[in-house]
Structures are given as structure tokens and as C-alpha cells.
């Protein structure tokens, strides 16, 4: 299972970008995807992250960031308004899944996952 993300580049203050991640592999259900990111010198951090139950945002990006999904696509979107230059970091997707326990295994014979895509560069200049 790989998670693969694009979308990230440079945006002025104010502007916009929006992320894209597909998951993509042998998957029986994916519970969760979301959005994290990592400033130089900081904790990895959640941005945004969204399930079939709850919609959840960081304090700082909420009325400015949008995460969305297309469950038929296995792609979870995250659009970026409104950007700051604090919001310059590394984002990472992040997905739960449910998996086969072996190769060719039926849904009775499953299991979790968390999987992590590689990172995407965001930067915003002030």
C-alpha cells in the first residue's frame, strides 16, 4: 500500500494551493486520511484529517484550509487558502486502512495500517 502525494510548491501570501494523495494497493477500507506537516526545527504536526464519521482541523488552519475526499478514488484533497508564511513546511498525508493480512487474503482476514506518503514541499513567501 503507498500513499502519493503532489501538489505542494511555492505561493505568495495570501494565495492558494491544494494538495492531492492516492492511496493506492490492496485495500479492503480506508477508515482515515489526513494531512500533516513538519516546519524546520518543529514536531510534525496534524493539519487536517477526515473520516466517514468527523472533519478535524489544526486551530491554525481552520476557515482557511478544506480537506475533502473521494472515497471512489481513494484521494483525499486538502486546499489551502488564504496561505501564511508560517504555513511553509513539509506536508505529509497520512492514511488508516483496513489490509489483507497476507496476499489474497478475503476481507474476514484483515488488518490495520497506518501509512504515511512521502512529503510534499510547501512554501509560502511573505
Known amino acids: 500500500v503507498q500513499l502519493q502525494a503532489s501538489g505542494g510548491g511555492l505561493a505568495q501570501a495570501g494565495g492558494s494551493l491544494r494538495l492531492s494523495c492516492v492511496a493506492s494497493?490492496?485495500?479492503?477500507?480506508?477508515?482515515?486520511m489526513g494531512w500533516y506537516r513538519q516546519a524546520p526545527g518543529k514536531e510534525r504536526e496534524m493539519v487536517a484529517s477526515?473520516?466517514?464519521?468527523?472533519?478535524n482541523y489544526a486551530d491554525s488552519v481552520k476557515g482557511r484550509f478544506t480537506i475533502s475526499r473521494d472515497s471512489t478514488k481513494n484521494t483525499v484533497f486538502l486546499q489551502m487558502n488564504s496561505l501564511k508564511p508560517e504555513d511553509t513546511a513539509v506536508y505529509y498525508c497520512?492514511?488508516?486502512?483496513?489490509?489483507?493480512?497476507?496476499?489474497?487474503?478475503?476481507?474476514?482476514?484483515?488488518?490495520?495500517?497506518?501509512?504515511w506518503g512521502q512529503g510534499t514541499l510547501v512554501t509560502v513567501s511573505s
Open positions: 497520512n492514511s488508516a486502512l483496513k489490509v489483507p493480512e497476507y496476499s489474497g487474503a478475503p476481507r474476514s482476514r484483515s488488518r490495520y495500517l497506518e501509512v
Open positions: 494497493g490492496s485495500i479492503f477500507e480506508i477508515n482515515s
Open positions: 477526515v473520516s466517514r464519521s468527523y472533519t
